[in-house]
């Protein structure tokens, strides 16, 4: 592969995690107002938070599901093809949301963009990680995954511009089916994984790398790397996201724009804390790395949902922090996933990895959504129940190999 190939891969990677973020960070600044719009006078505060919890947990069962079986897609396919397909799917869907009339209708969309989502990641990193071997590994890692948390910052300050109202809000989604230039650009220029095509030989030979996975070999790797990825994954969306809504909540109508100054202010730190943490992970060990993470984000989202409230000055600075040492967690998987895995399960195992979480997370989103009803829509209260999932962090590190698939070559 040349020079410029490999520029080339590691440019539309980023570009396609970008929109991929876009993509993630749409439904919690837009949530509230689509529900006001399509259920008109039947609107509530609770309503609101379980529609928000609906929306999001549809997302997280599409991406889990969208991981394994599209993850698996760029192991026989080959992960250029796979990726480009991804972006299509989440951007196609996405555009279709401008059309929605009813909640139901957003529901589904939503659950079919997470296919697209979710299939992206593994085949993303795959490509890139196989690309880009060697020392330059932590630094490409990271500007993978800040890629993905870039996208989110920019659509906060797109937000912050044209505020999202009920009145004003088809335009974004139509904004979100753009990157479908891209997957058409990455079908047809895009070169495959040296790696994968020296190996696709070999994987044809093998067992089904779902069946490899979970045989005596890998079965240890493969358990551990959906713990490892379960944690943050649950944390972020069950516990950190319900701050967007709680914020619009408390600005109200007189102040549209506090949303998206807040999502912008934790996709900032989120874009800093996504790069430096597959350097964290390098400086410091995959295992040491993670146990201080998941301490530092457990007592920073603690604090952000019973020490802080929206509109005090103190918040927005809390919230860049609670984005910033919250999402060191994904730099640390973009990097240390991959090495669990062999090269001719590595996109399936990662997938599997990452979007497994995202099955428990579907669950742990509505679980937080019915505590939040019956709450009566108590943003803060459900967002720090939420957060201790964080704790159980420091326990599952304890079990991670210290051997990777990595180090076995």
């Given amino acids: 592969m040349t020079v410029f190939q490999r520029y080339l891969v590691l440019i539309v990677c980023f570009l396609a995690l970008l929109f991929d973020g876009v993509e993630l960070g749409l439904m919690p600044i837009a949530s509230l ?25 549809a997302l997280m069962l599409g991406a889990a599901v969208g991981g394994i079986a599209l993850g698996n897609l760029g192991d026989r396919i080959g992960r250029t093809r796979a990726m480009g397909f991804c972006i299509l799917v989440y951007s196609v869907f996405a555009a279709l949301g401008s059309w929605a009339s009813t909640q139901e209708q957003m529901l589904l969309l939503r659950f079919l963009v997470g296919l ?13 990680s196989e690309c880009w071997p060697g020392v330059s590994r932590p630094f490409v890692s990271g500007a993978m995954m800040a890629g993905l948390n870039l996208g989110i910052l920019l659509l906060s300050q797109v937000a912050r511009f044209r505020p999202i109202t009920p009145d004003s809000w088809r335009w974004l989604f139509q904004l979100a089916g753009a990157p479908a230039l891209l ?16 190996n696709r030989g070999s994987m044809k030979k093998k067992s089904t790398p779902l069946r490899q996975l979970f045989g005596k070999e890998l079965i240890r790797f493969t358990l551990i790397g959906i713990l490892l990825s379960a944690i943050p994954m649950i944390g972020a969306w069950s516990a950190s996201k319900w701050m967007i809504p709680w914020a619009e909540s408390v600005a109200g109508k007189a102040n549209p724009g506090y ?58 600075p809390i919230v860049f922090i609670q984005g910033f040492v919250a999402t060191l967690f994904f730099g640390w998987l973009a990097l240390s996933l991959p090495e669990l895995y062999p090269i001719r399960v590595r996109a399936t195992g990662t997938g599997l990895a990452y979007n497994s979480g995202r099955f428990a ?19 803060p209260k459900v967002g720090a129940i939420c957060a201790t999932i964080y704790a159980l962090g420091i326990l599952v590190v304890l079990f991670m190999p210290t051997v990777t698939q990595e180090d076995l070559k």
Avoid: C
Wanted: no cysteine.
């Fill in 361 to 379: 997370t579907a669950v742990g989103v509505m679980i937080a959504g019915s505590i939040s009803y019956w709450l009566g829509g108590s943003y």
């Fill in 259 to 316: 949303k998206a100054e807040t999502q912008g202010w934790w996709a900032l730190g989120a874009t800093l804390g996504s790069f430096f943490g597959a350097q964290v992970a390098h400086w410091l060990g995959r295992k040491w790395s993670y146990l201080w993470i998941s301490i530092a984000t457990f007592a920073v989202t603690s604090f952000m949902f019973l020490g802080t409230e929206p509109l005090q000055s103190i918040f927005h």
């Fill in 33 to 57: 107002s689509v529900s006001k719009s399509l259920l008109a006078e039947s609107y509530t505060d609770a309503e609101g938070a379980s529609w928000f919890a609906r929306f999001t947990a």
């Fill in 116 to 128: 697209g989502v979710g299939g992206l990641w593994p085949n993303g990193i795959a490509l890139v």
């Fill in 183 to 198: 997957g058409v650009l990455v079908l047809a220029v895009v070169p495959e994984s040296p790696q994968w095509l020296a």
